[in-house]
């Protein structure tokens, strides 16, 4: 494995990986490495064990651009070296660790990208700014790989669908690929954040998988009203934790349109607070 904080190095490596015939695959991260980014690597290599069809780069890049004055930038967990060897044995062929300099050599970026509407809400609207920093990155990231495919989790699926919009609006030409989230045996979705929870914060925490798991039964059972499910997820996560709910939320999942009857394929989507650590989930159901 390739390791390089520079564009231009970065830039050279995939040219000749391109030459070779090779399809170049992007896996954006902010680092920290758990098998929720690491089972993304091992789909990309999958079947491609001498490294002959696809070229896996992964970024780590803790952007500053995507976080609020009052959240954890500067708290935000990173190892370089034990990401380094996480990745190489995944089998990541070129990881891409540029400093804040390199991505923002005037020290800010004049130039944003602002993914109205699919932005405005959910997340966004608790967190401004933020999609607006991830689109910037993501779009600036495409134009220094070029890759053919990037990937995405499923457990931002707000962020996924923000990219999307991008990707079409502005005709970038590269496909898109969402990977399921990978989950604790109890159900919590790996996350870098969860290194922040007190063992009581982490016993609680699968009441958000539980309670949206609950309410996809719920939904295949038959219920369709919204205020129904969002009622029974509040209050099983009332019940079982301290955790404080930002939100839940029952939207489209192919555009995170609002629903006013539960219908075809929709995301439960929500933001819980263990203290300071906010964490987020959801889960598509199809009706
Ligand atoms: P992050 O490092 O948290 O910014 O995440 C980088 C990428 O990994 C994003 O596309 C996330 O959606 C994805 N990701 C993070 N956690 C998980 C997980 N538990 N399962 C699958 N993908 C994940």
Redesign the pocket.
Known sequence: MKITEYIAVLRENVKQARNQGKTIVL???????????L??VEAARQGDEEHERNYIVMS?FVNPLQFGPNEDYDRYPRDLIRDSRLAQEAGVDLLFVPSVQEMYPEGESLTTVNVTKVSAELCGAHRPGHFQGVATVVNKLFNIVLPDVA??????YQ??IVIKQMVKDLNIPLKIAL?????EADGL?????NSYLNPEQRKQAPVLFNSLRNAAELIQAGERNPEVILNTIEQRIRNESDGQIEYIEIRKAENLEKVEKINGSVVIALAVHFGSTRLIDNIIVEV
């Open positions: 896996i954006p991260t902010m680092g920290f490495l758990h098998y929720g980014h089972s993304m780590i990937y995405f989790g499923q457990k931002d962020q996924f990977m399921p989230t990978i989950r979705a790996l996350s870098s954040r």
